[in-house]
Protein backbone atom coordinates (compact mmCIF):
# COMPACT_ATOMS: atom_id res chain seq x y z
CA UNK A 1 0.00 0.00 0.00
CA UNK A 2 1.09 3.93 -1.11
CA UNK A 3 1.05 5.92 2.06
CA UNK A 4 -1.04 8.75 1.42
CA UNK A 5 0.53 12.32 1.58
CA UNK A 6 -0.08 13.97 4.67
CA UNK A 7 -1.41 18.43 4.44
CA UNK A 8 1.43 20.40 5.75
CA UNK A 9 -0.10 24.34 6.68
CA UNK A 10 2.52 27.26 7.39
CA UNK A 11 1.46 28.53 11.52
CA UNK A 12 -1.17 30.88 10.77
CA UNK A 13 -2.93 27.96 9.45
CA UNK A 14 -2.54 26.13 12.35
CA UNK A 15 -3.52 28.87 14.75
CA UNK A 16 -6.87 28.83 12.10
CA UNK A 17 -7.60 25.25 12.78
CA UNK A 18 -7.19 25.66 16.50
CA UNK A 19 -8.82 28.69 16.99
CA UNK A 20 -11.73 26.67 14.79
CA UNK A 21 -11.51 23.50 16.32
CA UNK A 22 -10.80 25.12 20.20
CA UNK A 23 -14.39 26.06 21.48
CA UNK A 24 -16.05 22.55 21.04
CA UNK A 25 -13.18 19.97 21.42
CA UNK A 26 -13.50 17.78 23.86
CA UNK A 27 -10.87 16.65 25.53
CA UNK A 28 -9.30 20.08 25.13
CA UNK A 29 -6.83 20.06 22.38
CA UNK A 30 -3.67 20.35 25.06
CA UNK A 31 -4.98 17.17 27.07
CA UNK A 32 -4.64 14.93 23.87
CA UNK A 33 -1.42 17.18 22.14
CA UNK A 34 -0.22 15.98 26.41
CA UNK A 35 -1.92 12.83 25.98
CA UNK A 36 0.05 11.95 22.53
CA UNK A 37 3.34 12.78 23.46
CA UNK A 38 2.97 10.36 26.56
CA UNK A 39 2.36 7.62 24.09
CA UNK A 40 4.94 8.38 21.56
CA UNK A 41 7.58 8.80 24.67
CA UNK A 42 6.18 5.05 26.00
CA UNK A 43 7.42 3.86 22.57
CA UNK A 44 10.48 5.79 23.22
CA UNK A 45 11.53 4.17 26.31
CA UNK A 46 11.06 0.75 25.92
CA UNK A 47 14.25 -0.58 27.79
CA UNK A 48 15.00 2.59 29.49
CA UNK A 49 14.18 2.18 33.03
CA UNK A 50 14.30 5.53 35.17
CA UNK A 51 13.50 8.57 35.43
CA UNK A 52 12.66 11.12 32.22
CA UNK A 53 13.21 14.99 32.55
CA UNK A 54 10.86 17.45 30.95
CA UNK A 55 11.81 21.38 30.37
CA UNK A 56 8.98 23.02 29.86
CA UNK A 57 8.34 26.91 28.91
CA UNK A 58 6.45 30.15 29.39
CA UNK A 59 3.40 29.03 26.83
CA UNK A 60 0.71 26.48 25.47
CA UNK A 61 4.41 24.12 24.31
CA UNK A 62 5.07 23.81 28.66
CA UNK A 63 1.24 23.19 28.85
CA UNK A 64 1.48 20.29 26.60
CA UNK A 65 4.61 19.01 28.83
CA UNK A 66 3.04 19.39 32.13
CA UNK A 67 0.00 17.33 30.77
CA UNK A 68 2.73 14.12 29.36
CA UNK A 69 4.40 14.71 33.08
CA UNK A 70 1.19 14.19 34.86
CA UNK A 71 0.37 11.17 32.82
CA UNK A 72 3.60 9.43 33.82
CA UNK A 73 3.68 10.51 37.15
CA UNK A 74 -0.07 8.70 37.22
CA UNK A 75 1.16 5.32 35.84
CA UNK A 76 3.75 5.20 38.67
CA UNK A 77 6.76 6.84 36.37
CA UNK A 78 9.28 8.88 37.68
CA UNK A 79 9.63 12.16 36.17
CA UNK A 80 11.00 15.81 36.55
CA UNK A 81 10.15 18.86 35.37
CA UNK A 82 11.45 21.98 35.19
CA UNK A 83 10.17 25.19 34.33
CA UNK A 84 11.75 28.57 35.10
CA UNK A 85 9.64 30.90 34.40
CA UNK A 86 6.31 32.33 36.46
CA UNK A 87 3.53 30.07 36.81
CA UNK A 88 0.84 32.81 37.30
CA UNK A 89 2.18 34.02 33.98
CA UNK A 90 1.02 30.91 31.92
CA UNK A 91 -1.61 31.17 29.69
CA UNK A 92 -5.23 29.95 30.29
CA UNK A 93 -4.86 26.07 29.27
CA UNK A 94 -1.13 25.71 30.56
CA UNK A 95 -2.05 27.44 33.75
CA UNK A 96 -4.59 24.29 34.14
CA UNK A 97 -2.35 21.95 33.00
CA UNK A 98 0.47 23.39 35.59
CA UNK A 99 -2.52 23.16 37.94
CA UNK A 100 -3.22 19.63 37.68
CA UNK A 101 0.51 18.45 37.20
CA UNK A 102 0.63 19.85 40.74
CA UNK A 103 -2.63 18.49 42.27
CA UNK A 104 -1.43 14.87 40.98
CA UNK A 105 1.77 16.03 43.28
CA UNK A 106 4.27 17.38 40.64
CA UNK A 107 7.32 18.79 41.45
CA UNK A 108 8.74 21.52 39.74
CA UNK A 109 12.54 22.17 39.71
CA UNK A 110 13.35 26.02 38.73
CA UNK A 111 16.52 25.19 36.96
CA UNK A 112 17.76 22.04 35.57
CA UNK A 113 18.55 19.46 37.51
CA UNK A 114 22.11 17.38 37.35
CA UNK A 115 21.38 13.87 35.38
CA UNK A 116 20.76 10.78 37.46
CA UNK A 117 24.01 8.75 37.26
CA UNK A 118 22.29 6.20 35.01
CA UNK A 119 20.88 8.99 32.60
CA UNK A 120 17.59 10.46 31.77
CA UNK A 121 15.36 7.75 30.33
CA UNK A 122 14.05 10.74 28.03
CA UNK A 123 14.63 14.34 27.54
CA UNK A 124 11.77 15.85 26.64
CA UNK A 125 11.78 19.77 25.16
CA UNK A 126 8.57 21.25 25.42
CA UNK A 127 10.07 24.89 25.72
CA UNK A 128 8.49 26.75 22.68
CA UNK A 129 6.81 25.83 19.91
CA UNK A 130 4.90 27.25 16.99
CA UNK A 131 4.88 30.70 18.84
CA UNK A 132 8.83 31.05 19.16
CA UNK A 133 8.82 34.63 18.15
CA UNK A 134 12.17 35.68 18.10
CA UNK A 135 16.13 34.83 18.59
CA UNK A 136 16.56 32.43 21.56
CA UNK A 137 18.99 33.94 24.09
CA UNK A 138 19.84 33.64 27.91
CA UNK A 139 18.83 31.20 30.41
CA UNK A 140 16.28 29.22 27.60
CA UNK A 141 19.34 29.10 25.10
CA UNK A 142 21.80 27.81 28.01
CA UNK A 143 19.18 24.74 28.87
CA UNK A 144 18.80 24.04 24.88
CA UNK A 145 22.45 23.85 24.94
CA UNK A 146 22.52 21.58 28.02
CA UNK A 147 19.73 19.47 27.33
CA UNK A 148 21.31 18.88 23.65
CA UNK A 149 24.66 17.77 25.29
CA UNK A 150 22.33 14.81 27.70
CA UNK A 151 22.67 11.41 25.68
CA UNK A 152 20.18 9.17 25.20
CA UNK A 153 16.94 9.79 23.33
CA UNK A 154 15.32 13.81 23.41
CA UNK A 155 11.83 14.50 22.18
CA UNK A 156 10.84 18.01 21.09
CA UNK A 157 6.98 18.39 21.72
CA UNK A 158 5.61 20.01 18.29
CA UNK A 159 8.57 21.84 17.17
CA UNK A 160 12.35 21.66 18.30
CA UNK A 161 12.41 24.68 20.82
CA UNK A 162 14.22 27.24 18.66
CA UNK A 163 13.06 26.06 15.07
CA UNK A 164 11.10 28.75 13.41
CA UNK A 165 8.22 26.35 12.20
CA UNK A 166 7.66 28.01 8.80
CA UNK A 167 10.80 28.11 7.49
CA UNK A 168 13.05 25.74 9.26
CA UNK A 169 15.56 28.40 10.36
CA UNK A 170 17.39 28.26 13.79
CA UNK A 171 16.53 31.36 16.23
CA UNK A 172 19.60 31.48 17.90
CA UNK A 173 20.09 28.01 19.47
CA UNK A 174 17.53 25.05 18.73
CA UNK A 175 16.93 21.54 20.37
CA UNK A 176 18.30 18.69 18.67
CA UNK A 177 15.67 16.09 18.59
CA UNK A 178 15.94 12.02 18.16
CA UNK A 179 12.37 12.37 17.74
CA UNK A 180 9.43 15.23 17.10
CA UNK A 181 5.92 14.40 18.21
CA UNK A 182 3.83 17.39 16.09
CA UNK A 183 0.47 18.37 16.13
CA UNK A 184 -2.30 18.62 13.86
CA UNK A 185 -0.65 18.47 10.61
CA UNK A 186 3.39 18.98 9.21
CA UNK A 187 4.53 22.46 9.44
CA UNK A 188 7.04 23.71 6.49
CA UNK A 189 10.05 24.22 8.94
CA UNK A 190 10.07 20.72 9.57
CA UNK A 191 10.89 19.81 6.58
CA UNK A 192 13.18 21.63 4.98
CA UNK A 193 16.68 23.93 5.85
CA UNK A 194 17.28 22.91 9.29
CA UNK A 195 14.26 21.27 10.47
CA UNK A 196 15.44 17.81 9.30
CA UNK A 197 18.59 18.40 11.31
CA UNK A 198 16.41 19.28 14.09
CA UNK A 199 13.77 17.08 14.24
CA UNK A 200 15.11 13.55 14.08
CA UNK A 201 12.13 10.64 13.43
CA UNK A 202 8.97 13.02 12.78
CA UNK A 203 5.70 11.94 13.76
CA UNK A 204 2.23 13.91 13.35
CA UNK A 205 -0.43 13.47 15.93
CA UNK A 206 -3.54 14.96 14.60
CA UNK A 207 -5.43 14.76 17.99
CA UNK A 208 -8.81 14.06 16.24
CA UNK A 209 -9.06 16.68 14.23
CA UNK A 210 -9.45 16.68 10.38
CA UNK A 211 -7.20 19.68 8.88
CA UNK A 212 -8.42 19.68 5.80
CA UNK A 213 -11.91 20.10 6.99
CA UNK A 214 -10.88 23.15 9.09
CA UNK A 215 -9.11 24.50 6.11
CA UNK A 216 -8.23 23.32 2.74
CA UNK A 217 -4.09 22.27 3.37
CA UNK A 218 -1.90 25.20 1.39
CA UNK A 219 1.15 21.97 0.76
CA UNK A 220 1.38 18.49 0.74
CA UNK A 221 4.45 16.64 1.39
CA UNK A 222 5.75 14.36 -1.94
CA UNK A 223 4.78 10.96 -1.72
CA UNK A 224 4.69 7.96 -4.54
CA UNK A 225 0.98 7.71 -4.45
CA UNK A 226 0.85 11.34 -5.95
CA UNK A 227 2.39 9.97 -9.04
CA UNK A 228 1.45 6.53 -8.90
CA UNK A 229 -1.43 7.42 -11.78
CA UNK A 230 1.78 6.56 -14.14
CA UNK A 231 2.74 3.53 -12.91
CA UNK A 232 1.39 1.79 -16.25
CA UNK A 233 3.15 -1.49 -16.87
CA UNK A 234 5.09 -2.24 -20.29
CA UNK A 235 2.62 -3.97 -22.99
CA UNK A 236 4.43 -7.05 -24.19
CA UNK A 237 3.68 -4.91 -27.87
CA UNK A 238 5.53 -2.25 -26.54
CA UNK A 239 8.29 -0.34 -28.87
CA UNK A 240 10.30 3.04 -28.06
CA UNK A 241 8.21 5.34 -29.80
CA UNK A 242 5.76 4.79 -27.10
CA UNK A 243 8.14 6.15 -24.18
CA UNK A 244 9.01 9.63 -26.13
CA UNK A 245 12.46 11.68 -26.96
CA UNK A 246 14.12 13.48 -24.41
CA UNK A 247 16.33 15.97 -25.84
CA UNK A 248 18.93 17.48 -23.57
CA UNK A 249 20.97 21.16 -24.42
CA UNK A 250 24.32 21.80 -23.00
CA UNK A 251 27.83 20.97 -23.18
CA UNK A 252 29.59 24.12 -24.09
CA UNK A 253 33.72 23.39 -24.19
CA UNK A 254 34.62 21.36 -21.07
CA UNK A 255 31.64 21.22 -19.98
CA UNK A 256 30.03 17.96 -21.64
CA UNK A 257 30.03 15.67 -18.70
CA UNK A 258 26.67 17.66 -16.97
CA UNK A 259 24.15 16.63 -20.41
CA UNK A 260 25.76 13.51 -20.93
CA UNK A 261 25.04 12.74 -16.81
CA UNK A 262 21.52 14.16 -17.73
CA UNK A 263 21.30 11.92 -20.65
CA UNK A 264 21.60 8.97 -18.39
CA UNK A 265 19.56 10.04 -16.65
CA UNK A 266 16.30 10.45 -19.02
CA UNK A 267 17.55 6.82 -20.32
CA UNK A 268 17.29 5.25 -16.79
CA UNK A 269 13.90 7.10 -16.16
CA UNK A 270 12.78 5.21 -19.19
CA UNK A 271 12.69 7.52 -22.00
CA UNK A 272 12.79 5.97 -25.76
CA UNK A 273 15.47 7.40 -27.18
CA UNK A 274 17.64 10.29 -25.69
CA UNK A 275 18.85 13.22 -27.64
CA UNK A 276 22.09 14.96 -26.27
CA UNK A 277 23.07 18.52 -28.00
CA UNK A 278 26.66 19.50 -27.14
CA UNK A 279 27.58 22.94 -28.01
CA UNK A 280 31.03 22.10 -27.78
CA UNK A 281 32.10 21.23 -31.52
CA UNK A 282 34.95 19.20 -30.17
CA UNK A 283 32.66 16.75 -28.01
CA UNK A 284 32.87 13.25 -29.01
CA UNK A 285 30.17 12.38 -31.57
CA UNK A 286 29.88 8.76 -29.00
CA UNK A 287 29.23 8.25 -25.23
CA UNK A 288 31.62 5.35 -25.08
CA UNK A 289 29.93 4.64 -21.51
CA UNK A 290 26.44 5.03 -23.00
CA UNK A 291 26.31 4.76 -26.64
CA UNK A 292 22.79 4.47 -26.22
CA UNK A 293 22.33 8.34 -26.11
CA UNK A 294 22.52 10.24 -29.91
CA UNK A 295 24.85 12.75 -29.53
CA UNK A 296 24.00 16.05 -32.25
CA UNK A 297 25.18 19.42 -32.20
CA UNK A 298 22.79 21.57 -30.06
CA UNK A 299 21.25 23.19 -32.82
CA UNK A 300 20.56 19.97 -34.49
CA UNK A 301 18.76 18.05 -31.22
CA UNK A 302 16.66 21.05 -30.70
CA UNK A 303 14.50 19.77 -33.56
CA UNK A 304 13.70 16.48 -31.88
CA UNK A 305 11.95 15.24 -29.10
CA UNK A 306 8.89 15.81 -27.33
CA UNK A 307 10.36 17.05 -24.26
CA UNK A 308 13.73 19.54 -23.70
CA UNK A 309 15.79 20.18 -20.96
CA UNK A 310 18.48 23.01 -21.66
CA UNK A 311 21.11 24.27 -19.10
CA UNK A 312 23.50 21.75 -17.82
CA UNK A 313 27.18 23.06 -18.90
CA UNK A 314 25.17 25.21 -21.27
CA UNK A 315 27.13 28.37 -20.54
CA UNK A 316 26.25 31.94 -21.31
CA UNK A 317 27.95 33.28 -24.24
CA UNK A 318 25.69 34.12 -27.47
CA UNK A 319 26.04 31.09 -28.76
CA UNK A 320 24.10 29.81 -25.29
CA UNK A 321 21.44 32.34 -25.27
CA UNK A 322 20.85 31.65 -29.04
CA UNK A 323 19.87 28.30 -27.99
CA UNK A 324 17.68 29.30 -25.72
CA UNK A 325 16.04 31.57 -27.06
CA UNK A 326 15.06 28.55 -29.51
CA UNK A 327 14.24 26.25 -27.03
CA UNK A 328 11.74 29.08 -25.10
CA UNK A 329 10.23 29.53 -29.03
CA UNK A 330 9.59 25.63 -29.28
CA UNK A 331 6.21 24.29 -28.53
CA UNK A 332 7.02 21.29 -26.11
CA UNK A 333 7.23 21.07 -22.32
CA UNK A 334 10.90 22.99 -21.44
CA UNK A 335 12.80 22.42 -17.89
CA UNK A 336 15.30 25.22 -17.55
CA UNK A 337 18.23 24.21 -15.51
CA UNK A 338 22.29 25.77 -14.63
CA UNK A 339 23.41 28.36 -17.10
CA UNK A 340 19.65 28.23 -18.65
CA UNK A 341 18.61 29.97 -14.99
CA UNK A 342 21.58 32.47 -15.03
CA UNK A 343 21.13 33.77 -18.55
CA UNK A 344 17.04 34.28 -17.89
CA UNK A 345 18.47 35.92 -14.39
CA UNK A 346 20.25 38.32 -16.87
CA UNK A 347 18.30 39.19 -19.67
CA UNK A 348 14.60 40.70 -19.55
CA UNK A 349 13.99 39.12 -23.21
CA UNK A 350 14.79 35.66 -22.59
CA UNK A 351 12.59 35.70 -19.00
CA UNK A 352 9.88 37.32 -20.92
CA UNK A 353 9.69 34.86 -23.25
CA UNK A 354 9.92 32.03 -20.43
CA UNK A 355 6.94 33.73 -18.64
CA UNK A 356 4.84 33.89 -21.89
CA UNK A 357 5.22 30.36 -22.76
CA UNK A 358 2.15 28.56 -23.50
CA UNK A 359 3.64 25.22 -23.06
CA UNK A 360 5.07 24.36 -19.76
CA UNK A 361 8.40 25.35 -18.24
CA UNK A 362 10.18 24.17 -15.15
CA UNK A 363 12.51 25.86 -13.32
CA UNK A 364 15.31 24.31 -11.13
CA UNK A 365 17.28 26.03 -9.24
CA UNK A 366 19.64 26.13 -6.57
CA UNK A 367 19.27 28.45 -4.16
CA UNK A 368 22.13 30.61 -5.80
CA UNK A 369 20.28 30.25 -8.82
CA UNK A 370 17.11 31.17 -7.55
CA UNK A 371 18.87 34.26 -5.81
CA UNK A 372 19.69 35.46 -9.34
CA UNK A 373 16.46 35.00 -10.36
CA UNK A 374 14.80 36.78 -7.84
CA UNK A 375 17.60 39.47 -7.41
CA UNK A 376 17.96 39.03 -4.18
CA UNK A 377 21.08 37.42 -2.00
CA UNK A 378 21.48 32.73 -1.64
CA UNK A 379 20.96 33.59 2.07
CA UNK A 380 17.57 36.01 1.41
CA UNK A 381 16.21 32.56 -0.11
CA UNK A 382 17.06 30.20 2.57
CA UNK A 383 15.45 32.68 5.05
CA UNK A 384 12.12 31.41 3.45
CA UNK A 385 12.17 28.87 1.13
CA UNK A 386 8.80 28.47 1.00
CA UNK A 387 8.09 31.95 0.03
CA UNK A 388 10.72 31.97 -1.88
CA UNK A 389 9.69 29.26 -4.48
CA UNK A 390 6.02 30.12 -4.58
CA UNK A 391 7.17 34.31 -5.40
CA UNK A 392 9.60 32.12 -8.56
CA UNK A 393 6.79 30.20 -9.67
CA UNK A 394 4.43 33.22 -9.81
CA UNK A 395 6.91 35.76 -10.80
CA UNK A 396 8.04 33.29 -14.01
CA UNK A 397 4.30 31.90 -14.62
CA UNK A 398 5.98 28.48 -14.27
CA UNK A 399 6.51 25.52 -12.69
CA UNK A 400 9.63 26.10 -9.58
CA UNK A 401 11.91 23.36 -7.93
CA UNK A 402 14.31 25.17 -5.18
CA UNK A 403 16.52 22.12 -4.60
CA UNK A 404 18.34 21.42 -1.60
CA UNK A 405 17.38 18.96 1.59
CA UNK A 406 13.38 19.34 1.63
CA UNK A 407 13.47 20.41 -1.92
CA UNK A 408 10.13 22.36 -2.94
CA UNK A 409 7.89 22.25 -5.29
CA UNK A 410 5.63 25.07 -6.44
CA UNK A 411 2.89 25.15 -9.20
CA UNK A 412 1.35 28.32 -11.41
CA UNK A 413 -1.78 27.02 -9.54
CA UNK A 414 -0.19 27.82 -6.39
CA UNK A 415 -0.42 24.33 -5.12
CA UNK A 416 3.26 23.61 -3.59
CA UNK A 417 4.57 20.50 -2.26
CA UNK A 418 7.99 19.37 0.16
CA UNK A 419 9.72 16.97 -0.75
CA UNK A 420 11.41 14.02 2.22
CA UNK A 421 13.66 11.94 0.31
CA UNK A 422 17.30 12.25 -0.30
CA UNK A 423 20.48 12.53 1.80
CA UNK A 424 23.80 14.68 1.83
CA UNK A 425 25.53 11.94 -0.56
CA UNK A 426 24.31 13.62 -3.08
CA UNK A 427 25.73 16.97 -2.14
CA UNK A 428 28.28 16.28 -5.36
CA UNK A 429 28.49 17.68 -8.40
CA UNK A 430 26.64 16.76 -11.23
CA UNK A 431 23.41 15.52 -9.29
CA UNK A 432 21.58 18.42 -10.65
CA UNK A 433 21.82 17.24 -13.60
CA UNK A 434 20.47 13.96 -12.89
CA UNK A 435 17.77 15.32 -11.89
CA UNK A 436 16.86 17.53 -15.16
CA UNK A 437 18.11 14.18 -16.83
CA UNK A 438 15.12 12.60 -14.95
CA UNK A 439 12.70 15.46 -15.25
CA UNK A 440 12.97 15.23 -19.09
CA UNK A 441 12.71 11.48 -19.06
CA UNK A 442 9.42 11.20 -17.39
CA UNK A 443 8.19 13.82 -19.59
CA UNK A 444 9.01 12.66 -22.80
CA UNK A 445 7.23 9.48 -21.60
CA UNK A 446 3.91 12.17 -21.38
CA UNK A 447 3.80 12.32 -17.89
CA UNK A 448 1.66 14.87 -17.05
CA UNK A 449 3.89 17.97 -16.00
CA UNK A 450 2.94 18.11 -12.27
CA UNK A 451 3.14 14.17 -11.99
CA UNK A 452 6.64 14.33 -13.64
CA UNK A 453 8.06 17.17 -11.80
CA UNK A 454 7.18 15.54 -8.55
CA UNK A 455 8.14 12.12 -9.55
CA UNK A 456 11.39 13.35 -10.59
CA UNK A 457 12.00 15.48 -7.50
CA UNK A 458 10.67 12.25 -5.50
CA UNK A 459 12.71 9.63 -7.05
CA UNK A 460 16.00 11.52 -7.30
CA UNK A 461 16.15 11.36 -3.28
CA UNK A 462 14.85 7.92 -3.01
CA UNK A 463 17.63 6.87 -5.23
CA UNK A 464 20.11 8.49 -3.36
CA UNK A 465 18.57 6.95 -0.36
CA UNK A 466 18.91 3.68 -1.95
CA UNK A 467 21.82 4.04 -2.23
CA UNK A 468 22.60 5.26 1.05
CA UNK A 469 21.00 2.07 2.23
CA UNK A 470 23.51 -0.23 0.26
CA UNK A 471 26.41 1.49 2.20
CA UNK A 472 27.18 3.56 -0.89
CA UNK A 473 27.32 6.63 0.66
CA UNK A 474 26.87 9.33 2.01
CA UNK A 475 30.84 9.83 1.68
CA UNK A 476 31.87 9.58 -2.03
CA UNK A 477 28.46 8.78 -3.50
CA UNK A 478 28.41 9.98 -6.88
CA UNK A 479 25.71 11.34 -9.70
CA UNK A 480 26.76 8.86 -12.46
CA UNK A 481 25.90 6.12 -9.92
CA UNK A 482 22.67 7.55 -9.36
CA UNK A 483 20.77 6.15 -12.42
CA UNK A 484 20.66 3.13 -12.19
CA UNK A 485 18.96 3.44 -8.18
CA UNK A 486 16.19 5.07 -10.26
CA UNK A 487 15.57 2.53 -12.36
CA UNK A 488 15.21 -0.21 -9.99
CA UNK A 489 13.07 1.82 -7.57
CA UNK A 490 10.88 2.87 -10.78
CA UNK A 491 10.34 -1.06 -12.02
CA UNK A 492 9.87 -1.91 -7.93
CA UNK A 493 7.50 0.44 -7.70
CA UNK A 494 5.49 -0.26 -10.84
CA UNK A 495 5.81 -4.02 -9.97
CA UNK A 496 4.34 -3.52 -6.14
CA UNK A 497 1.59 -0.87 -7.73
CA UNK A 498 -0.07 -3.86 -10.30
CA UNK A 499 0.23 -6.59 -7.57
CA UNK A 500 -1.91 -4.84 -4.87
N1 LIG B 1 -3.35 26.65 20.98
C1 LIG B 1 -3.81 25.38 21.03
O1 LIG B 1 -4.97 25.12 20.96
C2 LIG B 1 -2.89 24.28 21.16
C3 LIG B 1 -1.53 24.50 21.28
N2 LIG B 1 -0.72 23.51 21.51
C4 LIG B 1 0.65 23.73 21.88
O2 LIG B 1 0.88 25.09 22.07
C5 LIG B 1 1.99 25.54 21.31
C6 LIG B 1 1.82 26.95 20.93
O3 LIG B 1 1.65 27.64 22.13
P1 LIG B 1 1.90 29.20 22.24
O4 LIG B 1 1.18 29.90 21.20
O5 LIG B 1 1.57 29.56 23.63
O6 LIG B 1 3.42 29.34 21.94
P2 LIG B 1 4.73 28.63 22.55
O7 LIG B 1 5.38 27.92 21.44
O8 LIG B 1 4.45 27.88 23.79
O9 LIG B 1 5.64 29.88 22.91
C7 LIG B 1 5.04 31.06 23.34
C8 LIG B 1 5.66 31.53 24.62
O10 LIG B 1 7.04 31.65 24.46
C9 LIG B 1 7.45 33.02 24.62
N3 LIG B 1 8.52 33.23 23.66
C10 LIG B 1 8.44 33.17 22.31
N4 LIG B 1 9.66 33.28 21.76
C11 LIG B 1 10.54 33.38 22.81
C12 LIG B 1 11.93 33.52 22.90
N5 LIG B 1 12.70 33.56 21.80
N6 LIG B 1 12.50 33.61 24.12
C13 LIG B 1 11.75 33.57 25.23
N7 LIG B 1 10.39 33.46 25.20
C14 LIG B 1 9.80 33.37 24.00
C15 LIG B 1 6.24 33.82 24.42
O11 LIG B 1 6.38 34.99 25.16
P3 LIG B 1 6.17 36.43 24.49
O12 LIG B 1 6.63 36.37 23.05
O13 LIG B 1 4.73 36.69 24.59
O14 LIG B 1 7.02 37.30 25.31
C16 LIG B 1 5.18 32.89 25.00
O15 LIG B 1 5.19 32.96 26.40
C17 LIG B 1 2.04 24.60 20.17
O16 LIG B 1 3.32 24.54 19.58
C18 LIG B 1 1.63 23.29 20.83
O17 LIG B 1 2.73 22.72 21.47
C19 LIG B 1 -1.24 22.15 21.71
O18 LIG B 1 -1.55 22.07 23.07
C20 LIG B 1 -2.46 21.90 20.87
C21 LIG B 1 -3.47 22.92 21.17
N1 LIG C 1 21.76 17.13 1.73
C1 LIG C 1 20.95 16.89 0.71
N2 LIG C 1 19.77 16.26 0.91
C2 LIG C 1 18.94 16.04 -0.12
N3 LIG C 1 19.18 16.42 -1.39
C3 LIG C 1 20.32 17.05 -1.64
C4 LIG C 1 21.26 17.32 -0.62
N4 LIG C 1 22.31 17.97 -1.19
C5 LIG C 1 22.03 18.09 -2.49
N5 LIG C 1 20.84 17.54 -2.78
C6 LIG C 1 20.17 17.50 -4.08
O1 LIG C 1 21.15 17.29 -5.10
C7 LIG C 1 20.91 18.16 -6.20
C8 LIG C 1 22.09 19.11 -6.36
O2 LIG C 1 21.83 19.94 -7.43
P1 LIG C 1 22.80 21.12 -7.89
O3 LIG C 1 23.15 21.94 -6.71
O4 LIG C 1 22.20 21.77 -9.06
O5 LIG C 1 24.10 20.29 -8.29
P2 LIG C 1 24.99 20.31 -9.61
O6 LIG C 1 24.93 21.70 -10.16
O7 LIG C 1 26.36 19.96 -9.14
O8 LIG C 1 24.43 19.29 -10.52
C9 LIG C 1 19.60 18.87 -5.90
O9 LIG C 1 18.53 18.19 -6.46
C10 LIG C 1 19.54 18.85 -4.38
O10 LIG C 1 18.23 18.91 -3.90
K1 LIG D 1 9.22 22.11 21.69
Given amino acids: MLQSSQPIYPVAGIRTIE ?70 KLPGDAKKAWEAWRDAGGETLSDLPAAPPEGWALV ?16 YAEWIRALNALPGPRMSIDVP ?12 VAFRATHTVTFIALKPGLLTLDGPDHCGELVVKRLDLDANAFLPAPGWEVRPALFADQFTPRRLN ?34 GRVFVGLLDPRAPAVDLVQPELMIRSAEHALSEGQAIAIGPGLGRDTVAADLLRQALASDHALVLDADALNLIADDDTLAGAATRRHAPVVLT ?58 NPGMSAAGMGDVLTGLLAGLLAQRWPIEAAIIGAVHLHGAAADLLLAKGIGPIGMSASELPDAVRILLNQWVAQHHRQ
Avoid: Y
Avoid at 124 to 139: E, H, K, N, S
Avoid at 240 to 264: E, Q, T, Y
Fill in 19 to 88: TAAMPTAKPPLMERAGRASAEEAVRLMIDRPGALLIACGPGNNGGDGFVMARHFLQAGRQVVVAFSGDTA
Fill in 161 to 172: SGLCADTGRVLG
Fill in 238 to 271: AHKGLFGDAVIIGGAPSMCGAPLLAGRAALRAGA
Fill in 124 to 139: VDALFGIGLQRPITGR
Fill in 365 to 422: PHPAEAARLLKCSPDQVQQNRLDAVIELSRRFDAHAVLKGHGSLIAHPNGRWLINRSG
